[in-house]
């Protein structure tokens, strides 16, 4: 079946820095989905991309749906501790098949 | 909060046991998804309804079904239940179906199987 393949598993970054992440996949999809999750609750969905090549921003994530369709990026500038949880990816085609990647942890540090 | 709610929040049963977990979607959605999230597997999509018709079908198991009521509230069954089954069982909503469309989700209701 489709999988989606996100690095880095895990990063620790100091307050202030930037963060990026990917996300693969070897399916071509038509959207893509970034979703963050805090523990104990359910994925909060950040961004969504419609188009290949499409760039869009929500306050200090940017994220990038990729021109091949097979992957997109995620980037958060001057992180802050509420950044902390878990970021997933998701590949949803016309057949309304969301498939999850199994996502970054991310930590920060003061 | 998201406006969706799940009950139970927590479930603890047997193997071979046959559970339902309840979904209410935020008013005014007509759209009501199924996720399973485990240590293992992540988070799958299991299955996606639309006023009250089954629209997509993801990673669902045949000993699992779900619902959606005339009232727009969604019950997903698990039956003959296995260890493995243990998971945090997500229902999102959304206000029609497509996927350009925002989903929202609930809390989750943690099972456990002994």
């Known amino acids: 079946g489709q999988q989606l393949n996100q690095s880095p598993q895990s990063m620790f970054i100091q307050e202030g820095e930037d963060v990026s992440m990917n996300c693969t996949s070897s399916?071509?999809?038509?959207?893509w989905l970034w979703y963050k999750q805090d523990p104990g609750e359910g994925p909060v969905l950040l961004i969504a991309?419609?188009?290949?090549?499409e760039l869009t921003s929500n306050g200090r994530l940017t994220a990038q749906f990729g021109i091949t369709r097979k992957d997109s990026f995620l980037n958060i500038s001057a992180s802050i501790p509420s950044d902390v949880g878990i970021y997933f990816c998701?590949?949803?085609?016309?057949?309304?098949?969301?498939?999850f990647g199994p996502g970054t942890r991310l930590s920060v540090l003061p | 909060d998201s406006g969706v709610t799940q009950t139970p929040k927590h479930l603890i049963t047997a193997t071979g046991q046959r559970v339902t977990l309840r979904c209410s979607p935020r008013?005014?959605?007509?759209?009501v998804y199924w996720y399973q999230q485990s240590l293992d597997q992540g988070l799958q999509f299991l299955i996606q309804?639309?006023?009250?018709?089954?629209?997509a079908k993801g990673n669902i198991l045949e000993r699992f079904s779900a619902q959606q009521f005339p009232d727009l509230h969604s019950e997903l069954n698990l039956s003959s239940l296995e260890l493995g089954d243990s998971a945090l069982y997500f229902c999102?909503?959304?206000?029609?179906?497509?996927?350009?469309?925002?989903?929202?989700f609930g809390p989750g209701t943690r099972l456990l199987v002994l």
């Open positions: 008013s005014g959605d007509l759209s």
């Open positions: 399916s071509i999809f038509n959207t």
């Open positions: 998701a590949g949803v085609n016309y057949g309304q098949n969301f498939v």
């Open positions: 991309l419609y188009k290949a090549g």
């Open positions: 309804y639309y006023n009250g018709e089954e629209r």
């Open positions: 999102a909503s959304s206000l029609r179906t497509g996927i350009t469309e925002t989903q929202y």
